[in-house]
Nanobody, 118 residues
Framework: QVQLVESGGGLVQAGGSLRLSCAVS????????AGWYRQAPGKQRELVAG??????????NYADSVKGRFTISRDIAKKTVYLQMNNLKPEDTGVYYC?????????WGQGTQVTVSS
Protein backbone atom coordinates (compact mmCIF):
# COMPACT_ATOMS: atom_id res chain seq x y z
CA GLN A 1 0.00 0.00 0.00
CA VAL A 2 1.31 3.42 -0.98
CA GLN A 3 1.48 5.99 1.80
CA LEU A 4 1.59 9.72 1.09
CA VAL A 5 2.49 12.48 3.54
CA GLU A 6 2.01 16.12 2.56
CA SER A 7 3.80 19.09 4.08
CA GLY A 8 4.46 22.72 3.30
CA GLY A 9 1.04 24.27 3.72
CA GLY A 10 0.44 27.42 5.70
CA LEU A 11 -0.80 30.98 5.71
CA VAL A 12 0.51 33.34 3.06
CA GLN A 13 -0.47 36.73 1.71
CA ALA A 14 -1.80 37.14 -1.81
CA GLY A 15 1.07 37.25 -4.27
CA GLY A 16 3.23 35.01 -2.11
CA SER A 17 4.58 31.53 -2.74
CA LEU A 18 4.51 28.12 -1.10
CA ARG A 19 5.99 24.77 -2.01
CA LEU A 20 4.09 21.66 -1.05
CA SER A 21 5.86 18.34 -0.70
CA CYS A 22 4.43 14.85 -0.89
CA ALA A 23 6.65 12.14 0.55
CA VAL A 24 5.91 8.75 -1.01
CA SER A 25 6.51 5.52 0.88
CA UNK A 26 8.01 3.72 -2.11
CA UNK A 27 9.92 4.37 -5.29
CA UNK A 28 7.84 6.84 -7.26
CA UNK A 29 8.79 5.39 -10.65
CA UNK A 30 6.49 2.53 -9.70
CA UNK A 31 3.53 4.90 -9.85
CA UNK A 32 1.30 5.27 -12.89
CA UNK A 33 0.64 8.91 -12.08
CA ALA A 34 0.70 11.45 -9.28
CA GLY A 35 -1.03 14.73 -8.69
CA TRP A 36 -2.29 17.42 -6.39
CA TYR A 37 -5.95 18.11 -5.67
CA ARG A 38 -7.53 20.79 -3.55
CA GLN A 39 -10.82 21.19 -1.79
CA ALA A 40 -12.14 24.60 -0.84
CA PRO A 41 -14.85 24.96 1.81
CA GLY A 42 -18.21 23.94 0.41
CA LYS A 43 -16.74 22.83 -2.90
CA GLN A 44 -15.82 19.54 -4.49
CA ARG A 45 -12.27 18.31 -4.61
CA GLU A 46 -10.64 19.34 -7.89
CA LEU A 47 -7.47 18.42 -9.74
CA VAL A 48 -4.87 21.17 -9.57
CA ALA A 49 -1.88 19.53 -11.25
CA GLY A 50 -0.92 16.07 -12.40
CA UNK A 51 2.06 14.22 -13.77
CA UNK A 52 1.86 10.98 -15.71
CA UNK A 53 5.40 10.46 -16.98
CA UNK A 54 7.04 9.93 -13.61
CA UNK A 55 10.44 8.85 -14.93
CA UNK A 56 10.90 11.68 -17.44
CA UNK A 57 9.00 14.27 -15.44
CA UNK A 58 6.79 14.99 -18.41
CA UNK A 59 3.12 14.46 -19.01
CA UNK A 60 2.11 17.34 -16.77
CA ASN A 61 -1.29 18.96 -16.80
CA TYR A 62 -2.83 21.83 -14.86
CA ALA A 63 -6.18 23.31 -14.03
CA ASP A 64 -6.78 26.45 -16.08
CA SER A 65 -6.97 28.51 -12.91
CA VAL A 66 -3.36 27.72 -11.94
CA LYS A 67 -1.60 27.56 -15.30
CA GLY A 68 1.49 29.76 -15.32
CA ARG A 69 1.50 29.99 -11.51
CA PHE A 70 1.84 26.40 -10.25
CA THR A 71 4.42 23.80 -11.21
CA ILE A 72 4.36 20.11 -10.37
CA SER A 73 7.64 18.22 -10.25
CA ARG A 74 9.18 15.13 -8.73
CA ASP A 75 12.47 14.02 -7.24
CA ILE A 76 12.93 10.31 -7.80
CA ALA A 77 15.87 10.00 -5.40
CA LYS A 78 13.91 11.69 -2.60
CA LYS A 79 10.67 9.85 -3.46
CA THR A 80 8.87 13.18 -3.34
CA VAL A 81 6.37 15.02 -5.52
CA TYR A 82 6.28 18.79 -5.26
CA LEU A 83 3.84 21.57 -6.06
CA GLN A 84 5.44 24.98 -6.39
CA MET A 85 2.77 27.65 -6.04
CA ASN A 86 3.57 31.22 -7.02
CA ASN A 87 1.50 34.39 -7.16
CA LEU A 88 -1.04 32.85 -4.81
CA LYS A 89 -4.57 34.21 -4.76
CA PRO A 90 -7.27 34.05 -2.06
CA GLU A 91 -9.20 31.64 -4.28
CA ASP A 92 -6.33 29.16 -3.98
CA THR A 93 -7.30 28.64 -0.35
CA GLY A 94 -8.18 25.08 0.55
CA VAL A 95 -6.92 21.72 1.70
CA TYR A 96 -4.39 20.31 -0.75
CA TYR A 97 -4.19 16.56 -1.16
CA CYS A 98 -1.50 14.48 -2.77
CA UNK A 99 -2.75 11.66 -4.97
CA UNK A 100 -0.94 8.70 -6.46
CA UNK A 101 -2.11 5.91 -8.71
CA UNK A 102 -0.46 2.53 -8.75
CA UNK A 103 -1.83 -0.46 -10.60
CA UNK A 104 -4.99 1.60 -11.22
CA UNK A 105 -5.51 1.97 -7.45
CA UNK A 106 -5.71 5.55 -6.11
CA UNK A 107 -4.03 6.58 -2.88
CA TRP A 108 -4.45 9.82 -0.92
CA GLY A 109 -2.54 11.76 1.66
CA GLN A 110 -4.12 13.37 4.69
CA GLY A 111 -4.05 16.87 3.20
CA THR A 112 -2.34 20.12 4.08
CA GLN A 113 -4.11 23.45 4.58
CA VAL A 114 -3.23 26.42 2.39
CA THR A 115 -4.72 29.77 3.32
CA VAL A 116 -4.15 32.84 1.19
CA SER A 117 -5.10 36.16 2.74
CA SER A 118 -6.03 39.20 0.66
Amino acid sequence: QVQLVESGGGLVQAGGSLRLSCAVSENIFSLNAAGWYRQAPGKQRELVAGITAIISGGGTNYADSVKGRFTISRDIAKKTVYLQMNNLKPEDTGVYYCNAIKNLQPYWGQGTQVTVSS
